[in-house]
């Protein structure tokens, strides 16, 4: 496929450059082969691009909307960034012609600019954004449901909510066109509001719901995944119900499934926050557990982590026999893992209760300590509560490989994250050096104004366990922070304070233990019992969000729009 040659030809002005690029989105619709194929024809060869860009851009301002619109979408689909010069010239003329284009050109665009973010980091543009949302309200009544859909699923890509006109007007505007949904557009439209935080009112979740149900045959296992993964926005009183019948026992559907969709599944099933019953999730283990049996090197070890993480998020302990395969896998699989997935699945195995194999374990620190040096901040802290929550690795190696790895970033970690490392290596008994603790103490000085209550609970829990000494600037600080948040400071985190303050090295003055007293109804009766739960939940909580398992590989698959 000779392109660069194609675009030296001296006829080919904006409009058939714009098919050029059409026809190479169209190709990459094929097939994952085809898209391969075209990316490492145009992306890689700078000089069909700089070819491209200079004719289109000099001929820009003669394109119709519907050549303006399609550009952008063939440029998504194809994955592939014009210069910043291009991008400017093309928002000129993209403003200048919005209010010439209907819904469908209208969702052309928010479609392609979300692909050029998810895959060549293009940074949204705010003022333009606005200005198409505000043309969007007034084309509200032109959108088709495939055009809500591709929309919405544009601005999830770019990870900006839009604006509350037009979700206004999209949800009154799904709910007529909603019954002509394909299935996937109906999957696309949950899974995209999810990503946005956005909650269904509640006429437009009936509706929806009525529709899955009616279409429930035509659902490609993926549009089920991505529906359930998607469940966060429905509302919590429509859930249960729409969720039993969707997946029911899960017989007739699991086996349909590739394993990151099963994986998914359950993963969906745990952060919507629903009853999993239990015929489900045995025949869901049953089904994980053939897959797992098979050992193929294509088993991700994403679906790994993601599957125990799910049983953690529901607290149900996988059966005896599903655990044996399962530490078998984790053996065979251990040095395939990266940070998240030996933070999770220690975290989630001990969270669970789960008897950790000493084989696993030791293979667990040997593969940490390999890739630690490459691990983001987040990362690190992550590892240490997983470790802490284990309390089952006493070898010194990778404590040493903790401190050295983390030391030179002391200067730029979060406030959230000081306090979990203190709070880990007081739950581990990690007495390291004087000059580590300087680094935290002063980093927490520095970033006082972004402390919680949580963090200071969680600091104060840690140094008690320590018993740390020295360090008055630090003391000062964790006091002004406890007068001045007091009124933040709930019953759980000021009784966990107090209870810290009991074993600590050093006193905790008179005046703050009367105003966290302040603060807490009959500290005396069972404040033990609270301040213990608190640091316990509310680190598990933190963890959580942190840690959740993002859907990898996953797929929401547009019909063409050509």
């Given at each position: 496929m000779r392109v660069a040659a194609l675009a030296e030809h001296r006829d080919f002005g904006g409009v058939a450059m714009e098919h050029v690029m059409t026809a190479l989105a169209r190709t990459c619709r094929v097939s994952k082969d085809h898209a391969a194929v075209v990316r490492r024809t145009v992306v890689d060869d700078g000089r069909f691009m700089a070819l491209w860009n200079e004719r289109t851009v000099r001929s820009i301002d003669q394109l119709k909307p519907v050549n303006v619109a399609r550009l952008?979408?063939?440029?998504?689909?194809?994955?592939?960034?014009?210069?910043a010069y291009w991008m400017c010239r093309w928002y000129q003329e993209a403003r200048t012609r919005l209010h010439d284009m209907d819904g469908r050109l209208l969702s052309w665009i928010v479609y392609g600019l979300g692909l050029l973010h998810q895959s060549d980091g293009l940074r949204p543009n705010p003022l333009f954004l606005r200005v198409w949302s505000e043309t969007a309200v007034t084309r509200i009544d032109t959108f088709n449901a495939q055009g809500l859909a591709n929309c919405i699923y544009g601005f999830a890509k770019m990870k900006t909510k839009p604006t509350q006109s037009f979700l206004a007007g999209w949800f009154q505007r799904a709910q007529d066109v909603v019954p002509q949904s394909?299935?996937?557009?109906?999957?696309?439209?949950?899974?995209?509001?999810?990503?946005?935080?956005?909650?269904?009112?509640?006429?437009?979740?009936?509706?929806?719901?009525?529709?899955?149900?009616?279409?429930?045959?035509q659902?490609?296992?993926?549009?089920?995944?991505?529906?359930?993964?998607?469940?966060?926005?429905?509302?919590?009183?429509q859930r249960q119900e729409f969720v039993e019948a969707l997946v029911g026992d899960g017989k007739s559907l699991l086996t349909k499934?590739?394993?990151?969709?099963?994986?998914?599944?359950?993963?969906?099933?745990?952060?919507?926050?629903i009853d999993v019953h239990e015929l489900f999730l045995a025949n869901w283990s049953t089904e994980f557990q053939r897959r797992m049996e098979r050992n193929r090197p294509s088993f991700a070890v994403e679906t790994l982590a993601s599957c125990i993480h799910s049983f953690a998020l529901i607290q149900r302990r996988p059966t005896e026999e599903f655990l044996e395969t399962f530490h078998g896998m984790l053996r065979r699989r251990v040095s395939h893992f990266g940070p998240r997935e030996l933070s999770t699945v220690m975290?989630?195995?001990?969270?669970?209760?789960?008897?950790?194999?000493?084989r696993w374990l030791h293979l667990w620190v040997l593969r940490a300590e390999e890739i630690m040096e490459t691990f983001s901040d987040e990362w690190l802290v992550s590892i240490l509560y997983a470790l802490a929550e284990s309390k089952s690795v006493s070898t010194p190696s990778i404590y040493e490989e903790w401190k050295r790895c983390i030391m030179p970033r002391l200067g730029d970690i979060a406030a959230s994250q000081c306090a979990k490392i203190c709070y880990s290596l007081g739950v581990l008994q990690q007495r390291l050096l004087p000059a580590f603790w300087d680094g935290i103490f002063q980093r927490i000085v520095q970033i006082k104004a972004e402390l919680q209550p949580l963090d200071i609970a969680l600091i104060l829990s840690g140094l008690s366990k320590l018993k740390i000494r020295g360090f008055p600037y630090l003391h000062s600080v964790l006091w002004s922070v406890i007068d001045e948040q007091l009124d933040n400071f709930d019953q759980k985190t000021s009784t966990s304070?107090?209870?810290?303050?009991?074993?600590?090295?050093?006193?905790?003055?008179?005046?703050?233990?009367?105003?966290?007293?302040?603060?807490?109804?009959?500290?005396?009766?069972?404040?033990?019992?609270?301040?213990?739960?608190?640091?316990?939940?509310?680190?598990?909580?933190?963890?959580?969000?942190?840690?959740?398992?993002?859907s990898t590989g996953s797929t929401v698959v547009q019909e063409r729009v050509y």
């Open positions: 952008i979408y063939a440029l998504g689909v194809v994955g592939c960034l014009p210069n394909a299935p996937q557009g109906l999957s696309t439209m949950l899974y995209s509001l999810s990503k946005l935080n956005c909650r269904l009112p509640d006429a437009f979740a009936t509706q929806y719901r009525k529709e899955v149900i009616n279409k429930w045959k659902l490609p296992p993926t549009a089920v995944v991505n529906i359930v993964s998607g469940l966060t926005s429905f509302p919590d009183s499934m590739s394993d990151l969709e099963l994986s998914r599944l359950l993963n969906g099933l745990a952060r919507s926050k975290y989630s195995m001990c969270n669970l209760g789960i008897e950790l194999d000493p304070c107090l209870i810290s303050s009991m074993h600590l090295a050093f006193p905790m003055p008179s005046h703050v233990r009367d105003l966290l007293k302040s603060r807490v109804h009959g500290f005396e009766c069972g404040a033990v019992a609270v301040g213990q739960s608190l640091l316990k939940e509310g680190c598990k909580e933190n963890f959580k969000e942190s840690q959740g398992i993002k």
